[in-house]
């Protein structure tokens, strides 16, 4: 009998429930008319928080910094190669312009008798730097520092002795040139 007035209660009041959200702070000031009917008195009011947005932010600040620095700009591998050795940033510096020095003057020896010489060994110097810098990726990688560091100075000397040697013989074809052209005559 109960169950039959409630549910005619409810068909009866349909549509006219109050089904919408209390405006902000509803709760506060029906905390405070409660009170003040009962006669008490509130000690504080609740100020306006500001943590909560200080926190978001710092959140966000925080999550901004991380990501920077897992997905940020990495150092270049020379970069990480003088971390590791800065010696190795002057040394490089010192035979890099040796190497470069020569390779000029390689280029301005060049004729059509030494051509095939010239690209072969600017070919081979080209071999030569792409080991310099897998043993540049190595370091980075952890090798072994003194071997990889040996291998590294090895590698520019042999570049060094390799311009040598074909400015050598650059030289001695110019000289059989020129013993051919004087031996010649008309």
């Given at each position: 009998?109960?169950?039959?007035?409630?549910?005619?209660?409810?068909?009866?009041?349909?549509?006219?429930?109050?089904?919408?959200?209390?405006?902000?702070?509803?709760?506060?000031?029906?905390?405070?008319?409660?009170?003040?009917?009962?006669?008490?008195?509130?000690l504080h009011k609740k100020k306006a928080s500001w943590w909560k947005p200080l926190s978001i932010a710092a959140s966000i600040a925080l999550?901004?910094?991380?990501?920077?620095?897992?997905?940020?700009?990495?150092?270049?591998?020379?970069?990480?190669?003088?971390?590791?050795?800065?010696e190795v940033s002057q040394t490089e510096f010192y035979f890099a312009n040796l190497i470069e020095e020569q390779v000029e003057e390689m280029k301005e020896e060049k004729t059509p008798e030494t051509a095939q010489l010239v690209d072969d060994t600017l070919a081979q110097l080209a071999k030569l730097d792409k080991?310099?810098?897998?043993?540049?990726?190595?370091?980075?990688?952890?090798?072994?520092?003194?071997?990889?560091?040996?291998?590294?100075?090895?590698?520019?000397?042999?570049?060094i002795d390799l311009l040598k040697e074909v400015l050598s013989q650059i030289e001695n074809i110019k000289n059989l040139k020129t013993q051919n052209d004087e031996s010649f005559t008309i």
């Amino acid at each position: 009998m109960k169950k039959d007035n409630l549910d005619n209660l409810f068909e009866r009041l349909h549509g006219e429930f109050d089904v919408e959200e209390p405006q902000g702070g509803h709760q506060e000031r029906f905390l405070e008319k409660l009170n003040r009917g009962n006669g008490t008195i509130a000690l504080h009011k609740k100020k306006a928080s500001w943590w909560k947005p200080l926190s978001i932010a710092a959140s966000i600040a925080l999550v901004a910094l991380l990501g920077h620095q897992a997905f940020g700009p990495q150092p270049s591998i020379k970069q990480q190669v003088t971390k590791i050795a800065p010696e190795v940033s002057q040394t490089e510096f010192y035979f890099a312009n040796l190497i470069e020095e020569q390779v000029e003057e390689m280029k301005e020896e060049k004729t059509p008798e030494t051509a095939q010489l010239v690209d072969d060994t600017l070919a081979q110097l080209a071999k030569l730097d792409k080991d310099y810098q897998t043993l540049e990726q190595d370091l980075v990688d952890g090798g072994d520092s003194k071997i990889i560091l040996s291998a590294m100075i090895t590698n520019f000397q042999t570049r060094i002795d390799l311009l040598k040697e074909v400015l050598s013989q650059i030289e001695n074809i110019k000289n059989l040139k020129t013993q051919n052209d004087e031996s010649f005559t008309i």
